[in-house]
T-cell receptor, first 112, second 111 residues
């Protein structure tokens, strides 16, 4: 299961605080993705990046921000503007073209 | 944008029976259709995939079929085993690298 890591596994924050979730991969993949998973729902795409220094909004980008300064890293910031941030966040990477995606273990964020 | 619908949301079968999960998609530009299995508390993992130039693909007890005209694809699991119990997600992907996932099917295989 190695190759793509997320930290921390559990994260607790107070409402109104920004929080950054880490995602690192050593698979030499160009593409990286952030998804949000809520109970009973599928994976919803937040942001994705096909190449360093470039990224695109997914279906639910509002209240989130990302950066892609290095090929190996794609951190996600959950801002205070995100109305319902409590969720399970999954990072993934893939070879060019967005084919098979390799997922990290996820970060469960709880905001109270 | 792409919309993927997945049915059923829950499926319970007896060990040894077959299970079928169906997905439909809306964007004709989608050309890659993977299926992921997510066991409780674990990350999703690819179990099989199919590209738009192929109608069917099989890997041991698992098979996927694709009907491009009708824009639907299905996962077939034969001779189900208790360890097949998990949540299964379908997805549709285009050349821009964007993937859209279905809402998932919780499969329970009763021994």
């Amino acid at each position: 299961d190695g190759g793509i890591t997320q930290s921390p596994k559990y994260l607790f924050r107070k409402e109104g605080q920004n929080v950054t979730l880490s995602c690192e991969q050593n698979l030499n993949h160009d593409a990286m993705y952030w998804y949000r998973q809520d109970p009973g729902q599928g994976l919803r795409l937040i942001y994705y990046s096909q190449i360093v220094n470039d990224f695109q909004k997914g279906d639910i980008a509002e209240g989130y921000s990302v950066s892609r300064e290095k090929k190996e890293s794609f951190p996600l910031t959950v801002t205070s503007a995100q109305k319902n941030p409590t969720a399970f966040y999954l990072c993934a990477s893939s070879t060019p073209g967005g084919r098979e995606q390799y997922f990290g273990p996820g970060t469960r964020l709880t905001v109270t | 944008g792409e919309n993927v619908e997945q049915h059923p949301s829950t499926l319970s079968v007896q060990e040894g029976d077959s299970a079928v999960i169906k997905c439909t998609y809306s964007d004709s530009a989608s050309n890659y259709f993977p299926w992921y299995k997510q066991e409780l508390g674990k990350r999703p993992q690819l179990i099989i995939d199919i590209r738009s130039n192929v109608g069917e693909k099989k890997d041991q007890r698992i098979a996927v079929t694709l009907n491009k005209t009708a824009k639907h694809f299905s996962l077939h699991i034969t001779e189900t085993q208790p360890e097949d119990s998990a949540v299964y997600f379908c997805a549709a992907s285009n050349n821009a690298g964007k993937s859209t996932f279905g809402d998932g099917t919780t499969l329970t295989v009763k021994p």
